[in-house]
């Protein structure tokens, strides 16, 4: 008995044995890392995204107390002596846990169409080029190895938008990525929803944003246009997209929150709301049109011009469309909407400038409607779709209501590109521009601008909006973006275009 019991303990140890080294000797050939990315739900990835944004301490002391007014205030002493070096990586430590960012969301830039609409037949996308896109250092591709032509271009009003709802080091990196183009000026959207997502006293978020816009304004004689728009629900009784508050009043409050601050002391104008012609933009009790609009805009000018006598004001960039139901009003229709309901009573301040987002889609920019017997039906026999032909519609109504003395900012513009992303692109349009005319489009459009005296600063539309999450669920935004950082070599053709018209890359 005893010795079958000991035969039965050396099999069972010898097989214990044998199992261990099996598992040493095959588990590196086995293991096998499956990666789940599912589509994150707005609201939390936006939360997570803000736990994720790290501030170093040593660097910075914000003290943010609210009033016994239960009027907040901010106030911060920024004690870093010197800007971070652009070029570099961060010095901020990494987090241990990677941030959480799921982009700026679902959304639509291209053509607003309707029920009714007859999708053009598109030409067949350009063909597909074998080897890289994306050179390291330069805009060579493979269907030509040579830079895009530029010719030299003014630096006063060339200007990028940058995505803040990130981590401050990723910020950084962006702000570094302008400063190396030689752009002047950079747009940042205050999504005020974001940063106040709980109530008026809320300033926690705030704190990170004040740190970013005294970023972007260090790079010497660098200038910050801050974007204002998204009410968050506490001020909406209409809750659901995006849309203005309830009472406009509220909105002045914000902005006058934020010129008491460093935010305030760093900024150069300021653009009251975003595309208001869209409801997606709209949803709310103000009336969408015009009229509407100008409540919103009011009661904004005043606290801007009690803080600043001369800051540029700009009125919300209209999106080019059609009225489309009670989706959208046409941006030609709701330009003069504004000037019927008041706009005209500003044309005496030479600081209020009109704000435009003409976009041209896969059209050139010096190309015109319509008429061409070769080109598809939809929308290229309309107006809306051609970058020059919306420019100039903006100016021609503000010369007809006797604002001819007034600026034009154009506030949002670009092209975009599928050329390199993985997939098919969202929308066939997007697939008709390859990468290098992309950029050669974009340049072309400052030289534009700058051959017309009524244009002032333009932004294109943008330099970092592109991230992980957007790439995989196929967002529009990333084929505008002139970084993807995806890719192994991030910068995109038209990054170093704009860098070699500004001078700042030979």
Known sequence: MKTTTHKNQRKLIYLLLVSVLMLF???????????????????????????????????????????????????????????????????????????????????????????????????????????????????????????????????????????????????????????????????IQANWAFLQPDGPNQLDRLELFERQVQLASRPEDTRVLLSIAKAPLWTRSVREEDGPPDNPQQLADFISLLLSTKIGENIDAIEVWNEPNLLREWRGTLPFNGDGYMQLFRPSYDVIRAASPNMPIVTAGLAPTSTLGNFAVDDRTFLQQMYNAGLTNYISDSNVVIGAHPYGWWHAPDARCCGDPNSAPGWDEDPHFYFIENLEAVRNIMVNNGHQNGQVWVTEFGWATWEGLPGPAPDGWLELLTARQQGEYNIRAFEIGQELPWVGPMFLWNLNFANETTVEQRNEIVGFSLIVPTFDVRERPGYWAVGRATGAIE
């Open 25 to 187: 000797a095959c588990g590196p050939d086995t293991v096998t890392r499956v990666r789940i990315t599912p589509t994150p739900d707005p609201a939390v990835a936006a939360v997570a995204t803000q736990t994720a944004m790290s501030m170093p301490t040593a660097s910075y002391t914000p003290t943010l107390t609210p009033s016994p007014s239960n009027t907040p205030t901010l106030t911060a002493t920024a004690t870093q002596t010197s800007p971070p070096t652009a070029t570099n990586a961060p010095d901020e430590p990494t987090p241990t846990t990677p941030p959480t960012e799921s982009g700026p969301g679902p959304t639509r830039i291209g053509p607003i169409i309707g029920q009714d609409y007859v999708r053009p037949t598109l030409p067949p996308p350009p063909t597909a080029t074998d080897g890289p896109i994306f050179g390291g250092g330069d805009d060579t591709d493979a269907t030509q190895d040579a830079p895009i032509i530029v010719n030299p271009i003014g630096t006063d009003t060339i200007g990028i938008q940058v995505y803040s709802q990130t981590t401050f080091e990723d910020f950084q990196r962006a702000i570094g990525d302008v400063e190396r183009i030689g752009v002047k000026w950079v747009k």
